[in-house]
């Protein structure tokens, strides 16, 4: 079995601060984790992918993720915030490629302020 | 490239009615799924297809019926609409390689 949780609902910074979302995540595999973005009435576009190789994962628009198992955390964080960058974001675990693998979580809803 | 297309963007039903949301993709992926998406829940798999002529059913899939007879082609059936099916659904098809989804831009279905 595996879940995924995202210990925030909403997030709120100011432009020009860090950006940190949080995800924990279980499973019984070795997992593949993803972080997606949804932006207003679009569908999800991926930011970036963790699979086992560097624990430090770089994506899209300067934003980076670091899987820790100890912790079972994969957070997502970005040095800067941009306005653009205002989106709900889902963390999603992948035992592998299999058939049913896929667990979303609930999504965080990051507000940037001006 | 077109990517993932899902037709229509917007639909509103009356209690009973039934309808099909479209969804289309031109890169050629086995994998096709629809995930219903409500708030605070994240997106939630109704039924996934492996290839034509191959369909299976997610942890939501009552209510809706799924076909695969193409590659390209994964549409989805609403046989007797029901309130709890408003909802937003997105169709996603999976690049086999490294398993990334890729979305359609949704359809908002509501149901009186």
């Known amino acids: 079995a595996q879940s995924v949780t995202q210990l925030d609902s909403h997030v709120s910074v100011s432009e020009g601060t860090p950006v940190l979302l949080r995800c924990n995540y279980s499973s019984s595999y070795s997992p593949s984790l993803f972080w997606y973005v949804q932006h207003p009435n679009k569908g999800l576009q991926l930011l970036l992918k963790y699979t086992s190789a560097a624990t430090l994962v770089k994506g899209i628009n300067g934003f980076e993720a670091e899987f820790k198992k100890s912790e079972t955390s994969f957070h997502l964080t970005k040095p800067s915030a941009h306005m653009s960058d205002a989106a709900e974001y889902f963390c999603v675990v992948s035992r592998d490629t299999g058939r049913r693998a896929l667990t979303f979580g609930s999504g965080t809803r990051l507000q940037v302020q001006p | 490239n077109a990517g993932v297309t899902q037709t229509p963007k917007f639909q509103v039903l009356k209690t009973g009615q039934s309808m099909t949301l479209q969804c289309a993709q031109d890169?050629?992926?086995?994998?096709m799924s629809w995930y219903r998406q409500d708030p605070g829940m994240g997106l939630r798999l109704i039924h996934y297809s492996v290839g034509a002529g191959i369909t299976d059913q997610g942890e939501v899939p009552n209510g809706y019926n799924v076909s695969r007879s193409t590659t390209e082609d994964f549409p989805l059936r609403l046989l007797s609409a029901a309130p709890s099916q408003t909802s937003v659904y997105f169709c996603?098809?999976?690049?086999?390689?490294?398993?990334?989804?890729?979305f359609g831009e949704g359809s908002r279905l509501t149901v009186l």
């Open positions: 890169m050629n992926h086995e994998y």
């Open positions: 996603a098809s999976r690049r086999h390689e490294t398993g990334e989804l890729f």
